[in-house]
């Protein structure tokens, strides 16, 4: 089991461009989940999807940020004409019961 | 809605000594609770899980979690850490039937030589 994995685990991106995060939930989890973690606003919630459609996207930005799975082995983030307020880590994760398990994160950088 | 404070943001002790992080909830019920940790360039770790039953749970490098339904509380603690054990600490609830994890603002722990 290699748990959640995330791609890339680094990205640099300069203001205006476009953004694609991906996710591989571990094999077999019903629930995948993204959040952002920032120093100020600490670990924040963004969207969640069970058996692959979309349940809450709560946390979103709504105007940039948008969310996909399209199969059960991934699910992407996708974030349009970033901003220097975007730069975050964005974490990645899934679960079968209570438990969520967590990828690596990928550390997004908006130049 | 549920909430996850941790009161401490740093909290700094010596090699060998005992660790207590802290943590209070607010939920109306009694939530699934978690204790993860981060190390550098890490994404989160589970070290433990309270769902029901022994308020005192065991989790991984000798971790242990009190569950106190009284007093909202759900705090960490080991015996004896080490250096290795220097990271950040976050406390966690998700609802019981629910689905979002709500995160405490996290506790940086220094273990000094």
């Known amino acids: 089991n290699a748990g959640v994995i995330q791609t890339p685990r680094h990205k640099v991106t300069g203001k205006g461009q476009e953004a694609t995060l991906w996710c591989e939930p571990i094999s077999g989890h019903s629930a995948v989940f993204w959040y952002r973690q920032t120093i100020v606003q600490g670990l924040e919630f963004l969207t969640y999807?069970?058996?692959?459609?979309?349940?809450?996207d709560s946390g979103m930005p709504k105007e940039r940020f948008s969310a996909q799975m399209p199969n059960q082995s991934h699910s992407t983030l996708k974030i349009q004409s970033t901003q220097p307020q975007d730069s975050a880590v964005y974490l990645c994760?899934?679960?079968?019961?209570?438990?969520?398990?967590f990828g690596k994160g990928t550390r997004l950088t908006v130049v | 809605a549920q909430s996850v404070t941790q009161p401490d943001a740093r909290v700094t002790v010596s090699e060998g000594a005992s660790l207590q992080l802290r943590c209070k909830y607010s939920?109306?019920?009694?939530?699934?609770l978690f204790w993860y940790v981060q190390y550098p360039r890490q994404g989160l770790q589970l070290l433990l899980k309270?769902?029901?039953?022994?308020?005192v749970v065991q989790g991984v490098n000798s971790f242990e979690a009190e569950f106190s339904k009284s007093n909202s509380s759900f705090h960490l603690q080991k015996a004896s850490v080490h250096w290795s054990d220097s990271a950040v600490y976050f406390c966690?609830?998700?609802?019981?039937?629910?689905?979002?994890?709500?995160f405490g603002s996290g506790t940086r722990l220094l273990v000094s030589p």
């Open positions: 994760a899934s679960s079968l019961g209570a438990e969520v398990f």
């Open positions: 966690a609830l998700r609802r019981t039937g629910g689905y979002k994890v709500v």
């Open positions: 999807f069970r058996n692959q459609a979309p349940i809450d």
């Open positions: 309270y769902y029901s039953g022994d308020p």
């Open positions: 939920y109306s019920a009694t939530p699934y």
